[in-house]
Structure formats: C-alpha cells, structure tokens
C-alpha cells in the first residue's frame, strides 16, 4: 500500500490545518494510523492514532484538546484537525499504518511540512 500525506502549510500561530493521509492499493481496514511529526531539533514524535475497525482515538499529551484525529471509511483517509496550533507545533508531519495489535509499521507517507508563525 501507498500512503500520501497531505494538507501541510504556512498558518500563523493560533490558526489551523487539516491533514489527510490516503492509502492506495487496499483500505486500512486491520490497521491502526499513527500521525507522527519530526524536526531537525528532536527525534520524531507520535502525535496521534486512530484504529480503523474500532475507531479508537489516541493523543500525545502535548496536543491532546487541540487535535483531533478521524477517518473516512469512504474515502479511505485518515484525518488530522489541528486547532490553536502553535510555533512549536512546526514540523514535518507524516502518516503511518501497523496491522492492529502489532508495533512494527508496515508502511510510512511521505511527510507534509506544517509551519506555525508566531
């Protein structure tokens, strides 16, 4: 499977922004979806999952009342809303699947750059 990760930019400090990771070549069905985020500071950090068949929902204590993580079973995206964003919220943001009940991720999207002005 392909996973593309999109919806990145420039938003000033208190703003938002909506990022989509699609998959192509199967649904995400089995799967969980992890959001993680990386800077050339810090090693890279999990931001948020989904579980696809159970829908549960999982946060960094960092952006947990700010973000919120979806999926369209439709469309076979997963989502990320991110609200109030902050400088520190800037990063390269990047998806990734891993079958349920196991660590190992199968595959990883490409990353989307998210730049918060302060």
């Known amino acids: 499977v392909q996973l593309q990760a999109s919806g990145g930019g420039l938003v000033q400090a208190g703003g938002s922004l909506k990022l989509s990771c699609a998959a192509s070549?199967?649904?995400?069905?089995?799967?969980?979806v992890d959001w993680f985020r990386q800077t050339p500071e810090k090693e890279r950090e999990f931001v948020a999952g989904?579980?696809?068949?159970?829908?549960?929902?999982y946060y960094a204590d960092s952006v947990k009342g700010r973000f919120t993580i979806s999926k369209d079973n439709t469309k076979n995206t997963v989502y990320l809303q991110m609200n109030s964003l902050k400088s520190e919220d800037t990063a390269l943001y990047s998806c990734?699947?891993?079958?349920?009940?196991?660590?190992?991720?199968?595959?990883w999207g490409q990353g989307t750059q998210v730049t918060v002005s302060s």
């Open positions: 990734a699947e891993r079958p349920e009940g196991r660590l190992e991720y199968d595959s």
């Open positions: 070549g199967r649904t995400f069905s089995n799967y969980v």
């Open positions: 989904i579980s696809w068949s159970v829908g549960s929902t």
